[in-house]
């Protein structure tokens, strides 16, 4: 199956501080996505990049769609407390057959912050 | 508005049990998908259903593991004589349609014990 290398595994931040977190992958993707999952929650979503080269803001987080396609980063600024979880990259790989469904995700990044 | 709705929210089994996870989308989703989530891991697709079809089951194990969703109530996923590798955290997702962004539950914690 695909693989998604995503990069750092964890982090350990000071509030107030940037963090810049990625995925790669060996394959093309049509689609990356951004999660965020709390402690015994699910995943949400925070972020969805559908074109090459994209960059999208949501509030503090920003991500780019990489222009090769095979990556894409996570940067937060000014981290806060409530910043903390496990954030994880997810895509569509190009062979996926149309199957937009058949999410492929990453292993997380655990974020710490320290107030 | 009620989010996907999965319980139960913790279940514990002894090995050769039956575990039954239940799963409501959200109001107006007909879509739903489950998702597996091992220590650690990303979560990993199992199985896409609509109303009383299974449309995709490529990433569910053949043996001893179902899923349905019928046309009245939630969707199920059955996992029989579960073993101890078995234990995980299972996601539900439900969306508008194929290409619309899935929306999680808060998941199942099934312990094999």
């Known amino acids: 199956g695909q693989q998604l290398n995503q990069s750092p595994q964890s982090m350990f931040i000071q509030e107030g501080e940037d963090v810049s977190m990625n995925c790669t992958s060996s394959s093309i993707f049509n689609t990356w996505l951004w999660y965020k999952q709390d402690p015994g929650e699910g995943p949400v979503l925070l972020i969805a990049?559908?074109?090459?080269?994209e960059l999208t803001s949501n509030g503090r987080l920003t991500a780019q769609f990489g222009i090769t396609r095979k990556d894409s980063f996570l940067n937060i600024s000014a981290s806060i407390p409530s910043d903390v979880g496990i954030y994880f990259c997810?895509?569509?790989?190009?062979?996926?057959?149309?199957?937009?469904?058949?999410?492929?995700f990453g292993k997380g990044t655990l974020l710490t912050v320290n107030p | 508005n009620a989010g996907v709705m999965q319980n139960p929210r913790h279940l514990v089994r002894r090995r050769g049990q039956e575990a039954r996870l239940r799963c409501s989308p959200m109001?107006?989703?007909?879509?739903v998908y489950w998702y597996r989530q091992l220590p650690e891991e990303g979560l990993k697709f199992m199985v896409y259903?609509?109303?009383?079809?299974?449309?995709?089951e490529s990433g569910m194990p053949k043996e001893r593991f179902s899923a349905e969703f019928p046309k009245e109530g939630p969707s199920i996923l059955r996992i029989q004589q579960v073993v101890r590798g078995d234990s995980a955290a299972y996601f539900c997702?439900?969306?508008?349609?194929?290409?619309?962004?899935?929306?999680f539950g808060n998941g199942t914690r099934l312990t094999v014990t």
């Open positions: 997702a439900s969306s508008l349609d194929e290409n619309s962004p899935l929306h």
């Open positions: 997810a895509g569509h790989p190009i062979n996926s057959g149309g199957s937009n469904y058949k999410l492929t």
């Open positions: 109001k107006g989703h007909s879509h």
């Open positions: 990049l559908y074109k090459a080269g």
């Open positions: 259903l609509q109303k009383e079809n299974i449309i995709d």
